[in-house]
């Protein structure tokens, strides 16, 4: 009897052995399975989104530059108003000096007309 029983723990740690080499011979192959099957699941979606975030990325970068551009537009336009009072007041200037140049011209054509009737 004691033989017997010798046998089946002797059995029962030989399963139990067994089924844990099985396990741990096989569990790291699994997990790299799964994990394989996640990447390749994921990846075209993963892909897919850095394809979007970069095309995001030159959408953005074109919009600050043209965002820098109109401040500096801007800015140049600010600092150009001296530029534009000094146009203002050659213009003045100019009107004012034709109107005399006209004025003058307006006598001396009626200053001719007025001699060639006497």
Not at 4 to 11: A, D, P, T
Not at 19 to 28: I, K, Q
Not at 76 to 104: A, H, P, V, W
């Given at each position: ?16 052995f ?18 394989q ?29 043209t ?6 537009a801007v ?6 108003s ?8 050659l213009?003045?200037q ?9 004025s ?15």
């Amino acid at each position: 009897m004691e033989d017997q029983e010798m046998q089946l723990k002797v059995r029962r740690v030989t399963d139990k052995f067994t089924e844990s080499m099985y396990v741990l011979a096989n569990e790291p192959s699994v997990a790299l399975y799964r994990l394989q099957e996640h990447v390749r699941r994921s990846l075209p979606e993963l892909v897919q989104h850095k394809t979007d975030m970069q095309s995001w990325e030159e959408q953005s970068q074109g919009a600050i530059y043209t965002v820098e551009y109109a401040c500096s537009a801007v800015k140049s336009m600010t600092n150009s108003s001296l530029y534009f009072k000094n146009i203002d007041g050659l213009l003045r200037q100019t009107i004012s000096m034709k109107e005399q140049i006209s004025s003058s011209q307006g006598r001396h054509i009626y200053l001719t007309f007025t001699s060639l009737k006497m």
